[in-house]
Structure formats: structure tokens, C-alpha cells
């Protein structure tokens, strides 16, 4: 009774995180349940658009994932000692993890609400692939990276299933077609940067070859996650030690000052951040509450929250 009572409590806070400010869509483009009509991906100041747009950028994130290993086989078969094989097995383990991924998404979506679902997946997905990447010495932690990295594609039902709770049936099925599409660049988009970037790494930074494809495989993880703050200072710790510790370019002395350079370039952008009813760092709230604690403007933050 009292899990029942809960779940209940966590769809009701789901909806009225994406309902709150229905209103201000414009009269006739939402429905007597808050969801939008029409898809307006330009709307940007839209709630409905703005979680259209942080959905499909998440599974974007979740593709490049999943397909960030063949672009830089090469480089990882030497360091991995990987035979033909092993590529194979590595696929298969892929697939199947997005197979069981997929099919435990679903009741997540119903208890948790699809935003908190693909936020918790996300999270453990990006934080066990960025510990796969930096530990995986032999083939078989080649398949166990390969498999992380197929979870995070369970987010596609997480995905379509919240694009079925703030789109109405006239608009959903355009709004699940492009929000799907968008995201599968992204495997697209992998087999493009992964290379670069590796090129990057090397020629560059000067990481050694067998350190090379570590620090860049990184870089989905960082994708996957991005915006998620509990495993960031993790994952910018590994990303300084390896660049600026690894090898000998620098020293001991000039490592620590790059080090804290980069924290600083990092931290900085912290200070641009503003909340329309909390306000910023320099600047106060956007929009006036009244006596009942309400906001009178549009509340778009509401969606977010």
C-alpha cells in the first residue's frame, strides 16, 4: 500500500512538472491536459520544447555511447591484446544489454515517470563507462565496456515514453519520429569525433598510444552525463591526472597549475547560471511571485524542475 501510495506521489510531481505552465503555449495548442498540439522545436522558451530538446540531446548522448568503440578498434586492439573474435563477442554483449536494458526501462518509466528513469540511467551508465574505460586491460573488459555502453540505449523508451506525456496524439507521433531521429546521429556523430579526437589526444596532448584511447573514450562518458554533477569531479580527476600527470611533458609543478587552470576555466561558467525565480549570482529573480507564493509570469522552470 504505502509503495503503491509512492509511485502514485512520483507520477503526480512528474505531471505536474510538465503541465504547470501549459498555458502560456498559445490558446489552442495545448490540450485540456496540458500536452502541446504541435511541435515548435524553435519555441524555445516553450516548457514542451525544452523537454523535447533535452530529450533527444540525452539519447544523442546515449548513442555516441554505444558506438564509440569501432571508430577507434585500431588503436584498442594492440592495448587490449583483442583478437577477431573478441569484437564479435563485444557486439553480441552490446545488443543484449540494450535487449534487457529496454525491457527494465519500462516499469522504471511507470514508477519512477521517464525524466527521473532516464536521469538515473544515465548517470550510473556514464560513471560504470567512464571506471570501464580507465580499468579494462584485457578482452574482457573490452566486453564489459561494450556492454555498459549498450544500457544506456535504454533510455530510447524513456525517451518516447516522455514525448507520449507532454505531446497530444496529434502531435506525438511527429514529436517521437524527429526526437528518435535526432538522437541516432549521434552513432553517426561517434564514428566522426571518436577519430579526431584520438588524433587529438596523441598529437597534441602527447598522451602516450596505449593511454590515448582511455582518455578519449571519455568523452561519451562525459556525454552521457552531462549536467550531472555526481560524478563529475570523478571523471574530471581521471581526465587531468591522465592529460596533465601521464607521461612526461610536463612536470610536477607545471601539472598542478595546469590542473588548477582547468578547474578554474571549469568552475567559471558555474557564475552564468540563473533560476527565473531564484535569481542568479549577480542578478536577482526574473519573475514577481504574489502573496500566495505563486509565480504570475510563465514558469517554464516549473518543467525542469
Not at 569501432?70 to 592495448?79: E, N, T, Y
Not at 573478441?86 to 525491457?103: N, P, Q, Y
Not at 549577480?282 to 517554464?300: E, K, L, M
Request: charged fraction near 15%; aromatic fraction near 8%.
Amino acid at each position: 500500500m504505502v509503495a503503491m501510495e509512492k509511485k502514485t506521489k512520483l507520477v503526480e510531481e512528474e505531471d505536474g512538472c510538465y503541465y504547470y505552465d501549459y498555458g502560456g503555449y498559445g490558446d489552442g495548442v495545448v490540450d485540456d491536459e496540458g500536452r502541446a498540439t504541435e511541435l515548435r522545436p524553435m519555441a524555445l522558451s516553450r516548457p514542451h520544447t525544452q523537454a523535447f530538446h533535452l530529450a533527444w540531446m540525452s539519447l544523442f548522448a546515449c548513442f555516441f555511447a554505444a558506438f564509440a568503440a569501432p571508430p577507434i578498434l585500431p588503436a584498442m586492439r594492440p592495448a587490449l591484446v583483442l583478437a577477431p573474435s573478441d569484437a564479435s563477442a563485444a557486439a553480441v554483449a552490446s545488443l543484449s544489454a540494450t535487449l534487457v536494458g529496454r525491457l527494465a526501462m519500462g516499469p522504471a518509466c511507470d514508477l519512477l515517470g521517464p525524466r527521473r528513469a532516464s536521469g538515473v540511467a544515465s548517470l550510473v551508465c556514464a560513471l560504470a563507462l567512464a571506471l570501464a574505460a580507465v580499468f579494462a586491460s584485457s578482452p574482457a573488459g573490452f566486453v564489459a565496456l561494450r556492454f555498459v555502453a549498450g544500457l544506456s540505449l535504454a533510455n530510447f523508451v524513456a525517451n518516447q515514453h516522455w514525448m507520449s506525456r507532454i505531446f497530444a496524439p496529434s502531435a506525438v507521433g511527429l514529436a517521437n519520429a524527429v526526437a528518435a531521429g535526432w538522437a541516432n546521429v549521434g552513432s553517426a556523430a561517434a564514428q566522426v569525433v571518436m577519430p579526431v579526437a584520438y588524433d587529438a589526444v596523441v598529437l597534441r596532448l602527447g598522451v602516450p598510444v596505449t593511454v590515448a584511447w582511455r582518455v578519449t573514450y571519455l568523452l561519451p562518458s562525459l556525454g552521457v552525463v552531462s549536467g550531472m554533477t555526481a560524478s563529475g569531479g570523478a571523471v574530471g580527476a581521471i581526465v587531468t591526472n591522465r592529460l596533465f600527470f601521464s607521461g612526461s611533458r610536463y612536470t610536477v609543478e607545471e601539472a598542478i597549475s595546469c590542473t588548477g587552470i582547468t578547474s578554474l576555466l571549469c568552475t567559471l561558467p558555474v557564475a552564468l547560471i540563473h533560476f527565473r525565480r531564484q535569481g542568479g549570482m549577480f542578478c536577482g529573480p526574473s519573475a514577481t511571485i504574489d502573496g500566495d507564493g505563486d509565480v504570475d509570469d510563465d514558469d517554464d522552470y516549473m518543467l525542469l524542475k
